[in-house]
C-alpha cells in the first residue's frame, strides 16, 4: 500500500491512518496554490478550442498523463483511481509484493466522477481568477495534479473504514448485515475530528500561501488588504473543500465499503 502507512495490515492504525491524511492536506494545499498561479483559462476545457484533439486539451492531457503513469504502476496502487479509465494501457512493472490490506469490494468503488464535477463546476472557480492567459497545458496539467491528490485522499477512506472495522467488527457487523447507510454514517462520523482538520486546513493554507516581502512596509500593505487577497490560496475555500466535498465524499467512499466488507 501507500507509502505513508506500513504495508502490514496488522500495522494499520487509525492513528496512522490520521496521519497520512494530515501529511496529504500538505500536498493538497501546495497543489491549489499551484493551480492559483494561473487563471481559469477557459479555452483549455473548451472540447471545440483545439481541432487537433477529439475532446478538449483537459480530456487529452489527463488521458496521456494517466496511460504514461499507468505503465509505471501507478494504478497498482487501490487508491489511486484513474479519471480516464477507458482503455488504459497495463503497468510494465512487476505486481506489488505486499499483501493486499482492503478488502476486494475497494476495486469496486470510484467515485472520481463526482471528484471531477465538483472540482471544475464549483471549487475552481473559488480560487482561479478569471481571465486568459494562455498557459493551457501548465493549466490542464495542474487540474489534473489537483484532481489526483483529492482522489486519492478521498479513496483513502477505503483504509480508514478497514482499520475502523478491524478494531470494533462487533459494532460495524449488526449495520452491514443491515445495509443500514445511515448507522454507518453515524459510526464512523466524528465531529470534533472534522472541525480539528477544517481548522487545521485553514491554518496551512494561511502559513503555505503567504505573500513574501522583502519589504519592509510589507505587513501595513497586506494590512489593507482584503484577507481572501492576502493569501494565494483563500484559507477559508480550503476549509471548505474539505468542510463540504472531502470529508462527506470520505465518509460515503468509508460507507460503500462497509456495506460491502463481508461480502
Ligand atoms: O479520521 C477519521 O475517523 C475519518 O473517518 C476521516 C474523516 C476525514 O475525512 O477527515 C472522515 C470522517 C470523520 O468524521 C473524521 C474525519
Redesign the pocket.
Known sequence: MAAETNSKSDTLT?EK??EA?IKQEDTIIYRLIQRANFPLNSPAYDEKAFPSFSGSLLQFVVKETEALQSKVGRYENPEELPFSPESLPPSLLPPPENPPVLHPAAASININGKIWDFYFDELLPLFAATGDDGSYASTASNDLDCLQAISRRIHY?YY?AEV?FKDSPQDYEPAIRAQDREGLMKL????D??EK?KKRVEKKAMVFGQEVSLMDNANTRTDQRNVSETYKVDPLVVSRL?GEW??PL??LV?VEYLLRRLD
Open positions: 487509525l491512518v490520521r491524511l477512506g480508514v475502523k464512523l462520523t466524528f465531529v475530528v472534522e482538520v474539505y472531502i470529508m470520505t465518509k468509508q
